[in-house]
């Protein structure tokens, strides 16, 4: 998207200071799979970003993305601050109420951020690097 600037992949919301991704895997460890965005606000607003974010994924699925299954799968958004928390909130509620995915309930987790830890290097731009071959 125009005004982002660098992403990385990694793990959030867990209880394991700076987790392996075998670890996450192994659901014991409390992580979601995460990427961090840092984006221009004078280009991107936020909430384009968690529109984005509901568009290119199904926030129905409990616990799974397509064939992933697990806890580390889960639908989350982590937010920042206040203000973050409400646009999400707002975001999530008007996708609900216009039936967007049809009569299935968004069950996306909106939390507090506290940290991220950044995947290993195999992981970064890993579709790309599969893509490539």
Do not use: W
């Amino acid at each position: 998207m125009e005004g982002v600037l660098n992403t990385a992949v990694g793990f959030s919301g867990g209880q394991v200071k700076n987790p392996s991704y075998d670890q996450v895997c192994s659901g014991r460890t409390g992580h979601a799979e995460t990427v961090e965005i840092v984006y221009d606000p004078r280009i991107l607003s936020y909430e384009d970003l968690v529109r984005k974010f509901f568009s290119f994924h199904d926030p129905t699925q409990l616990n799974r993305q397509g064939p992933d299954i697990g806890s580390q799968y889960r639908s989350v958004i982590f937010y920042h601050n206040e203000t973050e928390r409400q646009i999400a909130l707002k975001v999530k509620e008007e996708l609900e109420k216009a039936g967007h995915f049809g009569q299935r309930k968004i069950v996306t987790e909106i939390v507090p951020f506290k940290e991220f830890y950044r995947a290993e290097e195999y992981h970064q731009k890993y579709y790309l690097k599969k893509t490539i071959r």
